[in-house]
């Protein structure tokens, strides 16, 4: 109620995303003359590099500061409305500073300099909030479209530092996909373990919806689980007999498979495997293996297949197959377990594996 009585300017009962960045700004200053005594420290001598910055770094802070608060404000904004009332101000201050939640809020940014896919593993119980920022021509809040109508979000076009993106030839280049939402990798169940872990979820609804046929739903899982703990231990012998660590895709759709195995993916973009590449698509592909001397290439089961011979023809570069399972496989006799031993004895081919 203080917070809101001090910073709702305007006393419409709400706070706009500028009335909030100014509590922001407000409560991480307090927060910074708690920690003075730690900017005193007289052996930290690599702080005098930083005087040569002046301004350059003040105005650095400022955009950061004014970032994060615009993220936090979509965060808590549950009814997306453009403002918080009292009770988002007070949840945030609950997830911010109440006993249950030690571990506070974190922000991490992303600095994404080439276009693909990407996925994020994040440890159990740990909550991801994607929210779009601003860097970009045609981001600035492009995804929201319920947003549109902040009064507030129209100060963006006020940034000099937005401004200067429009003489960067590349930053166009990224105008088509405005509209489009931040990707990521759906992809688990291409980890073991993550797969396991869905079982069990899937056996508790079973057992919700169908309590008579516990026993049985419970055997059964036990025994997929059994399976999927040999299939891990299976995979884990890539660590210690593969010389390989790095490996090329033409779509990243392996990250979970990646972090559980220790295993880097380089997206080859341009060989789409929902669509036909071009002829300029190929010819992109053929110039990104060559630049990278890239010996071997993982295509999913649904890429065009003359469009993959004719870079075997142009490169000879060896191509190897992963399964992804996003659609039935057109092998009936394919299951989940036929198929992750078929990505096995793929990735074992491609990196250079020792029995």
């Not at 939402?181 to 993550?194: I, K, T």
């Not at 075997?312 to 031993?341: F, R």
Request: hydrophobic share 30%.
């Amino acid at each position: 109620e203080i917070y809101m009585s001090v910073f709702d300017e305007d006393e419409n009962g709400v706070l706009s995303v500028e009335e909030f960045t100014e509590m922001m700004e407000m409560m991480m200053s307090f927060y910074e003359d708690d920690h003075d005594d730690h900017d005193d420290h007289d052996d930290h001598d690599d702080h005098d590099d930083h005087d040569d910055h002046g301004d350059e770094g003040d105005h650095d802070d400022d955009m950061n500061m004014t970032a994060m608060a615009e993220m936090m404000f979509s965060m808590f904004d549950t009814n997306e409305d453009g403002s918080l009332d009292e009770s988002e101000v007070h949840a945030m201050m609950d997830e911010m500073m109440g006993e249950e939640h030690e571990e506070g809020v974190a922000f991490i940014g992303l600095h994404i300099e080439e276009e693909g896919e990407y996925g994020i593993a994040l440890p159990e119980g740990v909550e991801l909030h994607v929210l779009m920022a601003g860097g970009h021509e045609g981001h600035d809040h492009g995804s929201h479209d319920d947003h549109d109508d902040h009064s507030g979000h129209d100060d963006h076009d006020d940034h000099g530092d937005e401004d200067d993106h429009d003489d960067h030839g590349d930053e166009d280049d990224h105008d088509d996909n405005a509209e489009e939402e931040l990707a990521y990798d759906p992809h688990s169940w291409l980890d073991p373990v993550a797969m396991a872990a869905q079982a069990d979820v899937v056996l508790a609804k079973l057992i919700e919806v169908f309590p008579d046929g516990e026993d049985e739903f419970t055997k059964n899982t036990n025994a997929f689980k059994a399976e999927l703990l040999t299939l891990d231990e299976k995979y884990k012998t890539l660590t210690s007999t593969c010389t390989d660590r790095t490996v090329a895709a033409n779509h990243n759709a392996y990250s979970y498979l990646a972090y559980r195995y220790d295993i880097e993916f380089v997206t080859v973009h341009g060989l789409d495997p929902e669509g036909e590449p071009s002829a300029e698509d190929v010819v992109k592909v053929v110039d990104h293996i060559g630049e990278e001397g890239i010996t071997v290439l993982f295509v999913e089961e649904y890429t065009d297949q003359s469009s993959v011979q004719s870079i075997v023809d142009e490169t000879g570069v060896d191509i190897q197959i992963l399964y992804t399972m996003e659609m039935a496989p057109t092998d009936s006799s394919d299951d989940y377990l036929s198929l992750m031993n078929k990505n096995f004895e793929s990735l074992e081919a491609g990196m250079s594996c020792s029995a």
